[in-house]
């Protein structure tokens, strides 16, 4: 211990103590002053520094950003001595300071954290931990392993600095932001240069204009329904496809189970390596019409089937069916209106028409199987529907026609009446 000089021991003793209890209680207060200092060490140097590269990390790491919310700072991703102020003594090689992560060193970052169970329980314990994992096997995961740095990883979706929940609308991987997160690289066509496809062509970069003229966009966009898929429900949020899904061309069941059911029991589901993407692409997909079914030019049919075969007689017949219940709603919808026009109360057959429109919607799932019998047999009850509709309908209007003919011959009997007790006024009158 360091010997204080004599004659500083009598007055100095009492001040001494006073120094001493004001350190304890910096001492107690420390964890907290040390909380503020860790931010500003690194934070204050770099949000005054004159460089945009610099400074834009520390003024990004603000108040929505979700790790700071946590209590999270500079140096948990990049280590370094937070309390110091001069830039070599923050950065010294015995502080473990990282600087700029790149490549395979991103997902080191990210995931020492996100892939650490214990610790993430503690923030949000039901968080899956699996995203560097699942990354691993996507095309990114892969290619990046390689040590090609185009590709996409953690910070490419997220961002490093700023970043927000994913249930945060302005998030980049919220709904509606994610097919310009993937596009900004993947509709570059110099980005994408030298990617091929298996079988050797280019790999696009057409998804987006593609996916933005789809039902799904549409769906998102026009309608904010937000169960219509973008970029991450097809292709997953970091595997190679979403879990449970296997390939990608499985991913429409996902959604449409009932169509994924019956495509599952036609011999296309054998054949086809795409499945529903043969018939209605992955990006672009159109609203189906019943023109798609059947065999005149425009059909899909034709595409494979030629006269003969016997595809081409069920895309015939099923399209013949099809039309056929359409063409008798057409027929019971006017003779309903007809009716209620004159007055017929047409509540009952006004729901039994709703109900055979339903049976041609099912018949277009049902069609899905690719074998007529089971879509006569929707579309049979359909029009069973639309006759008795009609059958009432024309009840209705032989009982407007009745009322009809009832109410001229009560009016001409009461004009005869009328007649006659004229003539016999006119009679009295001639006698008086
Ligand atoms: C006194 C100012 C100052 C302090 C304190 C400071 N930095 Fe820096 N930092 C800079 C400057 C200037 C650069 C630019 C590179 C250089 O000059 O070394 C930089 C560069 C960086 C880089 C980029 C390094 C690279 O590899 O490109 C990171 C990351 C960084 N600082 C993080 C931190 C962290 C974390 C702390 C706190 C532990 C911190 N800085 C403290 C001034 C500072
Ligand atoms: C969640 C982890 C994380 C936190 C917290 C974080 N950074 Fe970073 N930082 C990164 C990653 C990842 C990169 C690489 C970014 C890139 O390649 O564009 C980076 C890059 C940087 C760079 C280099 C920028 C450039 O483009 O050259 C600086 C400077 C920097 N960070 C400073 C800070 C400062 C200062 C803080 C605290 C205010 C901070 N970072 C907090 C992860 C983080
Ligand atoms: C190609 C883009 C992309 C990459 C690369 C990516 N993510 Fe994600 N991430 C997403 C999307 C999309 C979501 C889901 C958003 C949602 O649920 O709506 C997500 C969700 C998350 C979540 C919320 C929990 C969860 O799993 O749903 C965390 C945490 C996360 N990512 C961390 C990471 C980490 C760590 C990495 C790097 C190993 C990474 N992400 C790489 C796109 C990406
Ligand atoms: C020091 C530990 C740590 C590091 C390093 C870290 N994170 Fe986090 N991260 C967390 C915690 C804790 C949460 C909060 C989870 C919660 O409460 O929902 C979080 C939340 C997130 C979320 C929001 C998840 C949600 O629930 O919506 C994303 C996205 C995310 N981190 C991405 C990243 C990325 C990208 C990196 C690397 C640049 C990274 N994190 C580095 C600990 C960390
Ligand atoms: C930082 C740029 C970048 C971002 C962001 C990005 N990707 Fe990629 N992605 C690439 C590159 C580069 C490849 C080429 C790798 C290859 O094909 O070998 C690729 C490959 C792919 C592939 C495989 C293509 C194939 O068949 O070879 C899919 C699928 C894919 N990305 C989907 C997405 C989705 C979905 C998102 C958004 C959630 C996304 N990507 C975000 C750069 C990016
Ligand atoms: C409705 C599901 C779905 C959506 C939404 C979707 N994809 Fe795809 N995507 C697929 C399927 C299925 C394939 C594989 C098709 C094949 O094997 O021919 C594919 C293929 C790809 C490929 C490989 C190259 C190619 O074009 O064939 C890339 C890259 C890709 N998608 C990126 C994206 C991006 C980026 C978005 C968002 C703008 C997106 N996808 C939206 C289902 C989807
Ligand atoms: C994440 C769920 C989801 C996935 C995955 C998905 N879809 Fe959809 N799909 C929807 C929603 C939601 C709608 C809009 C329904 C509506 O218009 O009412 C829709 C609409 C459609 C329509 C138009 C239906 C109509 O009556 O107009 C077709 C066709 C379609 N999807 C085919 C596909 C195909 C093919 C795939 C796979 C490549 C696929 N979908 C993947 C949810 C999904
Ligand atoms: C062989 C071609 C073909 C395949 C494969 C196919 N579809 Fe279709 N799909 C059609 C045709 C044709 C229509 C139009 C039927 C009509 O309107 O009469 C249609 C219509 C639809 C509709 C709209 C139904 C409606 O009510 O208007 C959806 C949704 C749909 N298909 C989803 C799927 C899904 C999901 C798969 C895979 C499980 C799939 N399709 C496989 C040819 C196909
Ligand atoms: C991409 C090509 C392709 C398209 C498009 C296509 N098919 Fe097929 N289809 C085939 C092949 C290949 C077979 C099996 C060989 C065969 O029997 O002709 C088949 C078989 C069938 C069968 C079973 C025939 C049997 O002998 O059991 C029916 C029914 C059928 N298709 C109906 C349709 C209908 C209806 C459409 C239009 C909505 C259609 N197909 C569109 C290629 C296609």
Known sequence: MATWPRNLIGPAKAGLYILAGAALVLAVAAPAAAQSAQASGCETCHKEHPSPVLSAPAKDFGATDVHRERGFTCVDCHGGNPNETDKVRAKAPSTGFKGKPAGQAIIAVCSRCHSDGTLMRKYAPKQRIDQATEYATSVHGQQLAKGDTKVATCLSCHGAHGVRLVSDAKSPVYPGNVAATCTQCHADPERMT????????????????????????????????LSAPTCNDCHGNHGAAPPGVGAVTNVCGTCHGVFATKFALSTHSQIFDKGCVECHSNHEIAKPTDALLGTDKTSLCVTCHSEGDNGFKAAAGMRTEIEKLKAAIDRSRTLIATAENAGMEMGAQSLALREAGNHLTLARTEMHAFDPKPVDTVLQAGLALTAKIDTDGQAALDEVSFRKTGLAVSLGAILLVVVALWLKIRSLKAAD
Do not use: C, F, I, W
């Open 194 to 225: 030298g990617y091929k496809l298996p079988d050797g062509s280019p790999l696009p970069t057409d998804q987006r204009v593609k996916y933005e003229r789809s039902v799904h966009h549409a769906a998102m966009v026009q309608r904010n329904d």
